[in-house]
């Protein structure tokens, strides 16, 4: 008899939902967009309501549409985008729109936590320094300006956590993602008593923490009316997005790392050993196989670049795929294909939404230097595909300035759907960029995770074994001449930032 699986993917763009056989095989999957609300510059919200209604949607579609038998959906996984703030009154009713991870307005409570925990012992214990991005400047920043807010908060969670209480009714959370909450003590795999002393957050707010493959419940029979799931499918820790990324392209041991292109670009290494950058420009959090741990650079504005650009300056390639019946990527990769390395010598800097590796400057935005009368939209869309891996080959190479070795590197998220932008990545990282057939990295991964939950598999290992297969016809090979070209504009583009620190400053002031 064959067991299903179900993996949820909560990203910042999109819920992607999808069922898979125990063989990895996709069965069915299913999307629900949403939007994302910018109420002032440098601010990112979202509405729990709304991944709520996309993740109800998409598992009752999946499992309508695959007519697999409910019985036989062995586990569900849920996987989605880190950092964001949940916040529940005592009816576990939603207090307010979720702020999310790219939202910039916490400099202040970032510099509180500095302050009252000192900035070498928040380091060792939650293993990164105060972020914008991470939960718990978003709590105090919640707690200091919206106190009536702060006080009907009795739970506080993740956005794939707050998914996992409405499907299971439990208040949970797992390693990976609650260390992107700057409340973990990412060591010892726990809450931080001594970080939630120094900051006066009751742990009785937090959600309990498990490893990423156990079992945190099962579907409540409410749900499972709606959904067609049934109350015995079992619903594991899941991970944050970048973990479950990176068990779902088999990066689950050491030397082997990924690349994702989502809203924000990321790359990952696996780490048996934890290593932390003290310059705090990579993060290092809990991985989702059990006892290990990863390092990843971020860059914040990586396929956002992209979609910005459509959505704001590249319109008429929107126009155009309407008009031909195309798709809107063919008609760039078309463009970037005919334009030479270094996009006529136009450079764009991909901070829209400040930016975390290497500059962990809230501050910085978007720069396209060196517009000339002779540059088109298809110079623009280059420059703007190649300032997003030249953030992320920044992000490669303080990984390898650390000492972690990087042997395999994978791609996967919507933008490392594109052949282009994974060749470009491939020259400028100047190693081979691989894929896996299943393109959804995050919903294979806490498939995985779940069939591991599940009793299916023994371990996260076996299962990735079983569970993965790579797409030789998608391999990416290197090509040095490429790379010789490409690092001559990365080393201008490196420089652009240093010139720009001080009126970042300046401009953000205003
Ligand atoms: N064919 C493509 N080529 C390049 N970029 C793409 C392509 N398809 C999607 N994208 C980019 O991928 C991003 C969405 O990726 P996804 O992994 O779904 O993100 P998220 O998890 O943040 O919702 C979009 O911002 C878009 O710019
Ligand atoms: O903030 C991080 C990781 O630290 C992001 O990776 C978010 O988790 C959002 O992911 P996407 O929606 O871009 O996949």
Known sequence: MMNYLIGIDLGTSSTKTVLFDEDGNVIASAGKDYPLYTPNNGWAEQKPEDWRDAALETIAKVVKESGVNADDIKGLGISGQMHGLVMLDENGEVIRPSIIWCDQRTEKECEEITEKIGAERLIEITANPALTGFTASKILWVRNNEPENYAKCKHILLPKDYVRYILTGEFA???????????????????????????????????????????????LPEIAEKTGLSTSTVVVGGAGDNAAAAVGTGVVEDGKAFTTIGTSGVVFAHSSKISIDPKGRVHTFCCAVPGAWHVMGVTQAAGYSLAWYLDNMGVGYKDEAKEKGC???????????????????????????????????????GVLFGLSSMHTKADIVRAVMEGISYSLTDCKDILSEMGVEVNDMMACGGGAKNGVQRQMMADMFGCDVNTVTATEGPALGVAILAGVGAGIYDSVENACRKMIHKD??????????????Y????????????CLKEQYKEIAKL
């Open 487 to 498: 690092d001559k504009f990365h080393e201008i583009y490196k420089n652009l930032y240093g």
């Open 472 to 485: 030789p016809a998608k391999e990416c090979k290197t090509n040095l001449e490429n790379k010789a070209k």
């Open 173 to 219: 959370t797992e390693v990976s993602d609650a260390s992107g909450m700057q409340l973990l003590d990412v060591p010892k795999r726990q809450w931080s008593d001594e970080v939630l002393e120094k900051l006066d957050i009751d742990k009785s707010l937090l959600a309990k923490v498990y490893e990423s493959p156990e079992v945190t419940g099962t579907i």
């Open 327 to 365: 798709g809107v990527y063919d008609l760039i990769n078309a463009d970037v294909e005919k334009t030479p390395i270094g996009a006529n010598r136009l450079i764009y800097l991909p901070y829209l939404n400040g930016e975390r590796t290497p500059h962990l400057d809230p501050d910085c935005r």
